[in-house]
């Protein structure tokens, strides 16, 4: 099949001429919904992992974080995809979103947004959609964070005020916002997640007022726990291992957090964004109903050792 002369679908493994119709139109639908179409002969194989059991059929989440496909927010969002969740993504501002749009295509997420948690109404705008849209909310994945690189790369010691403010704001108190929106779209239960890093417990080298900002979200994990326990609603902060990610490139010395993570773990590997996301896809199934205000560690056991 062809389009301005572009071909766009290629079938040669079909058995009869209905089959081939049936693909043809099943590829003709996908391209007047606006997705980018390779013929099939060409088409890189999906991104979403093949999973047979689908247990996370049925729920609705939203995902806040994806920057790339280095992201952790990924790996959680083809996780849950990959369950069978139905997920609405967001991308930071305009330069972001050619970088998700694409993988918010490979998730077939209704639901594609902007969100800078500094614009104001903005957070408010994409929890309307959801509202009007789904009227429920199964899930959130809270993936993001930042800290203004002096405030990130000096000493806690020399902190601003603005410096620490910007990055318990971004880093913290928006999981807590968020939390309050996603409260009545969760009448039904639900699980809230959000990503910290074993610098909250322990001082690391280099992660400085990050590791401040992530003992705060623990904290605020534990409350929302507390207080959103009654009504089926479960809040955990995910911790994982080092990850060469975009938000990982401003924490000075990298390379060396991962070779001492890989040597010392009992498992002497490193994660990746996969592993985060199975593990989170995990808590959010009903099977884990009674787990609840926990920082799961996914780092091979890393913070076990002394
Ligand atoms: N990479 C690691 O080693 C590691 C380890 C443990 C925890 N984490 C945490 O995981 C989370 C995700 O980070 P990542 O490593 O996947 O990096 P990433 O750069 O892929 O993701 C960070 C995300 O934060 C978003 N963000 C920053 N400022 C924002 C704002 N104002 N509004 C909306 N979004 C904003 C970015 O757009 C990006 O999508 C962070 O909370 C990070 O602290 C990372």
Redesign the pocket.
């Known amino acids: 099949m062809k389009v301005n002369g572009r071909e766009i679908a290629h079938v040669d493994d079909a058995k009869d001429r209905r089959q081939a119709f049936r693909k043809l139109a099943k590829t003709a639908e996908r391209y007047l919904q606006g997705q980018v179409l390779r013929p099939e002969s060409k088409r890189k194989s999906s991104m979403i992992p093949v999973v047979k059991a689908k247990l996370l059929e049925g729920k609705r989440g939203l995902i806040?974080?994806?920057?790339?496909e280095?992201?952790?927010?990924w790996g959680c969002a083809k996780a849950f995809r990959a369950f069978g969740a139905e997920l609405a993504v967001t991308y930071?501002n305009d330069k972001?979103k050619k970088y998700v749009e694409p993988l918010a295509r490979e998730l077939e997420a209704p639901i594609v947004m902007p969100?800078?948690?500094?614009a104001p109404g903005q957070m408010e705008a994409v929890f309307e959609r959801v509202t009007k849209e789904w009227g429920k909310l199964d899930f959130v994945v809270h993936?993001?964070?930042?800290s203004p690189k002096d405030a990130l790369q000096g000493r806690v010691v020399d902190v601003s005020r603005d410096g620490f403010l910007t990055t318990m704001d971004?880093?913290c108190w928006t999981f807590i916002r968020m939390a309050h929106l996603a409260e009545p779209l969760m009448r039904k239960g639900g699980t809230l997640f959000t990503?910290?890093?074993y610098g909250s417990q322990m001082v690391v080298k280099n992660y400085n007022i990050?590791g401040v900002a992530k003992a705060a979200l623990e904290s605020a994990v534990r409350y929302l726990a507390a207080e959103l326990g009654p009504k089926g609603i479960r809040v955990h902060a995910i911790?994982?291992g080092?990850?060469a990610?975009?938000?990982?490139s401003g924490i000075p010395e990298f390379d060396a957090l991962l070779d001492k993570a890989k040597a010392k773990a009992p498992a002497r590997s490193l994660v990746s964004i996969e592993d985060v996301g199975v593990a989170t896809a995990f808590l959010a199934h009903d099977a884990a109903r009674l787990i609840t205000g926990e920082t799961l560690y996914v780092d091979g056991g890393y913070h076990i050792i002394d």
């Open positions: 806040v974080g994806i920057a790339n280095n992201s952790i927010a930071l972001a969100l800078d948690v500094n993936s993001i964070a930042f971004v880093s990503m910290t890093y990050m911790s994982p080092p990850l990610t975009r938000a990982a």
